[in-house]
T-cell receptor, first 115, second 117 residues
Framework: AQSVTQLDSQVPVFEEAPVELRCNYS??????LFWYVQYPNQGLQLLLK??????LVKGINGFEAEFNKSQTSFHLRKPSVHISDTAEYFC?????????????FGQGTILTVHP | NAGVTQTPKFQVLKTGQSMTLQCAQD?????MSWYRQDPGMGLRLIHY???????DQGEVPNGYNVSRSTTEDFPLRLLSAAPSQTSVYFC????????????????FGPGTRLTVT
């Protein structure tokens, strides 16, 4: 079984400040990790993913995340946020074999960027 | 490509009514899934399918049925709606992990907002 914990339900931040959204996971097998963004009243859009290789992954809109196997974390970062980054962010974990295609999501973190 | 499409966008049901949420994809993806999204709980997997004629249960399957007669379509049926099924429903699709085009990414539809009174 696998699980995902997003450590902050809400993160308020001022425009142009850096931000980190925290995600921890647990799994007994090798995992694939994802961050999705959901803008108000819209579906989910993939920000970035970690499958294998370099532990620092870069995504769209200036976001990046670092996979830390020893700490079972996959925190999302952006050095300078914009008002348009206001959205809900979801961390998700998947695995291979018979579990492929079944994503387990965290509870979500609402990022609010203030002017 | 239209990607993943879902109909209807909004629906209000009375307790005990039945209905079908439609999902279609035009990317020739083998895998399709249904999730429900509830505040503070993220998305939870209801049912999924690894190909036409093959379906399996996810984390929260009770009260829902699925079938997959074609690669393109994966409808979700609510047999007797209950207020606890008030939620936003997302359909997603992806390539098989063995496919050359596989990126392990799931593509999501725009969602159906369901209210059961």
């Amino acid at each position: 079984a696998q699980s995902v914990t997003q450590l902050d339900s809400q993160v308020p931040v001022f425009e142009e400040a850096p931000v980190e959204l925290r995600c921890n996971y647990s799994s007994s097998v090798s995992v694939y990790l994802f961050w999705y963004v959901q803008y108000p009243n819209q579906g989910l859009q993939l920000l970035l993913k970690y499958l294998s290789g370099s532990t620092l992954v870069k995504g769209i809109n200036g976001f990046e995340a670092e996979f830390n196997k020893s700490q079972t974390s996959f925190h999302l970062r952006k050095p300078s946020v914009h008002i348009s980054d206001t959205a809900e962010y979801f961390c998700a974990v998947g695995s291979g074999g018979t579990s492929y295609g079944k994503l387990t999501f965290g509870q979500g973190t609402i990022l609010t960027v203030h002017p | 490509n239209a990607g993943v499409t879902q109909t209807p966008k909004f629906q209000v049901l009375k307790t005990g009514q039945s209905m079908t949420l439609q999902c279609a994809q035009d990317m020739n993806h083998e895998y399709m899934s249904w999730y429900r999204q509830d505040p503070g709980m993220g998305l939870r997997l209801i049912h999924y399918s690894v190909g036409a004629g093959i379906t399996d249960q996810g984390e929260v399957p009770n009260g829902y049925n699925v079938s997959r007669s074609t690669t393109e379509d994966f409808p979700l049926r609510l047999l007797s709606a209950a207020p606890s099924q008030t939620s936003v429903y997302f359909c997603a699709s992806s390539y098989s992990p063995s496919g050359r085009s596989s990126s392990y990414e799931q593509y999501f539809g725009p969602g159906t907002r369901l209210t059961v009174t």
